[in-house]
């Protein structure tokens, strides 16, 4: 198969996603009282509704209806005022009703919009169709079709297969704690052009739902879960070529190597003059290919309609209002406050404000400290705390990290107490310990030595251990000054400040 930059010269991708949230925040299932835990003993969190018993009805959870409204309104959808909701009928165990009650023509949440940020090495994927800045990056404005609320399926184990698949499994099991959880589903319209897009937009999403705390969005556990559609077309056609679906892009990885992966193949089938079959592929993460699962199935397989049991939905006004007035700062606008209040360079706004851990972190230590730390702040956090955190299976969110201590050792950065190397061994040892950094600082001796006296024996010890450097200096090569420091420094066994000696090396050599 042809690279993708090959491929992506000949052709365009089309590419939508289909992106399911449990509202996992929420305290009780969609339809009834039951209560909403993943952690729970399987088959305890059930009731005549969330096991279709004949005769059960269902009552509509406000909480959720409320949560959706919020999710729509985060992402310039429209709030439809009224709607209802429909059966989608199937016969598989995972839905003992026989049927999953979803939403019809008319979701909650219409036509939308999220602008991506595209930047660096990614933002090659695209074909120069968009406007770019000097770095090469542009926006694209992705289009939302909808968001429909509905309730998940019971979760189903096969035993035995390859890959959890329900192929070559010994047997499976049911936990029917899942049924019935509040889920929103989110579709965008086709405007997406490149593996590298869709992966922004999953990202940006995730950043948006978390900020407004209606799901803890794990693509991990499946509280978030992505598919996806790609056709080609040749460059400069507008006929939409026969698309397919992506199942199990369940990581950001996978997301944009699963779709990758089908633009190269569908390239490759139609360039060998084949035809691309509409049908649903599975992503196989350890083969990293895509297989068929089935062909697509039509709505009429699923004989929709109205649903008799729950009234049409009549959203007054107020109810809509009132959502409005719990929308948070969503990260786009946090990022802006960011850069004009603490002169932050944009893409480090951008990673704060875009997991409200983080961002709040961030925020309490500013609240303590002078403006003018803000920078060093924000490097401690995103060169140093998130690569920590991340080797020792942590998060913001999981670590017990205290403003103070970030704070400190920013002001240990910032003063030049200690070298950015000495930096990223404290953040370890506050990670691990939960000590305080500059206790860390002392107990490890590591106090940087930014006083001249001692510093200067050093300096005059290496210009006269390296007279062939000092000499290409006083050439001209102002280069080799480098290699002094770094002889300063091993003599110093790295406590010595690399400025002060840069200072005194060019003092001695004037
Ligand atoms: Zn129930």
């Known amino acids: 198969m ?9 052709w365009e991708p089309v590419i939508g996603l289909e992106i399911h949230t449990e509202l996992t925040t929420l305290q009780t299932k969609m339809f009834c009282g039951c209560r909403l835990s993943h ?37 310039n959808c429209d709030i439809m005022r009224h709607s209802m909701f429909y ?80 192929d070559g499994a010994e047997y499976s099991l049911i936990d029917y704690n899942r ?61 939409l070529g026969t698309k397919t679906e992506l199942k ?15 633009i190269r193949r569908q390239a490759e089938v139609l360039e060998e003059g084949g035809v691309v079959y509409q049908e649903t592929r599975h992503w196989e993460t350890s083969t990293r290919r895509t297989l068929v699962m089935r062909t697509k199935e039509t709505a009429d397989d699923y004989r929709f309609f109205p649903e008799p049991d ?24 946090r990022r802006d406050r960011y850069v004009a209040t ?32 803000a920078r060093t702040v924000a490097n401690v956090i995103i060169n140093d705390l998130t690569g920590v955190l991340n080797a020792a299976g942590q ?24 070298t950015s190397r000495q930096g990223r061994e404290v953040a370890e040892a506050m990670v691990q310990t939960g000590e305080d950094p500059a206790r860390i600082v002392d107990e490890r001796g590591m106090r940087q030595v930014s006083d001249t006296s001692a510093l200067a024996p050093i300096v005059d010890q290496v210009i006269a251990a390296c007279p062939d450097q000092v000499a290409q200096y006083r050439g001209g090569n102002a280069k080799v000054i480098g290699y002094l420091i770094g002889q300063c420094m091993k003599a110093s066994r790295g406590k010595g400040n690399p400025k002060l000696f840069n200072q005194l090396l060019a003092e001695r050599m004037a």
């Open 2 to 10: 042809k690279e993708l930059s090959e491929v992506l010269r000949d």
């Open 39 to 75: 952690d729970d003993e399987p088959n305890t969190n059930v009731c005549p509704v969330c096991l279709g018993m004949p005769g059960a009805l269902p009552v509509p959870n406000k909480a959720a209806i409320q949560s959706i409204v919020l999710a729509g309104l985060a992402t």
């Open 87 to 166: 059966r989608k009928n199937y016969f598989y165990p995972d839905m003992a009703k026989n049927f999953q009650t979803t939403q019809g023509p008319i979701a909650f949440c219409m036509n939308g919009w999220l602008d991506l940020e595209v930047s660096g090495p990614g933002s090659r994927e695209r074909a120069d169709d968009v406007t770019r800045d000097e770095d090469g990056g542009y926006v694209a404005r992705v289009g939302i079709e909808r968001i429909h609320m509905e309730e998940d399926a019971a979760k189903m184990v096969h035993v035995g297969g390859v890959d959890g698949r329900i």
């Open 179 to 239: 049924a019935g959880t509040p889920l929103i589903e989110l579709v965008t319209k086709p405007d997406l052009r490149s593996p590298e897009e869709a992966r922004l937009f999953m990202e940006k999403l995730r950043q948006i739902f978390l900020t407004l705390g209606i799901s803890d969005c794990s693509m991990e556990n499946g509280s978030m879960r992505c598919d996806g559609n790609v056709s080609l077309r040749r460059r400069g056609t507008e006929r």
């Open 248 to 262: 199990n892009l369940n990581s950001f990885k996978s997301l944009h190597d699963g779709l990758e992966y089908e």
């Open 310 to 333: 729950l009234a049409p939905f009549d959203l007054p006004d107020a109810f809509v209002e009132e959502v409005r007035g719990r929308l948070p700062e969503l990260p786009d606008a």
């Open 342 to 373: 603490f002169g932050l360079r944009r893409a480090d706004a951008r990673q704060l404000a875009g997991d409200p851990a983080v961002a709040e972190l961030f925020e309490q230590v500013m609240a303590q400290a002078k403006p003018e730390l």
């Open 395 to 418: 998060t913001f969110a999981t670590a017990s990290l205290t403003a103070d201590q970030v704070r400190g050792l920013a002001e240990l950065l910032a003063s030049d107490a200690i």
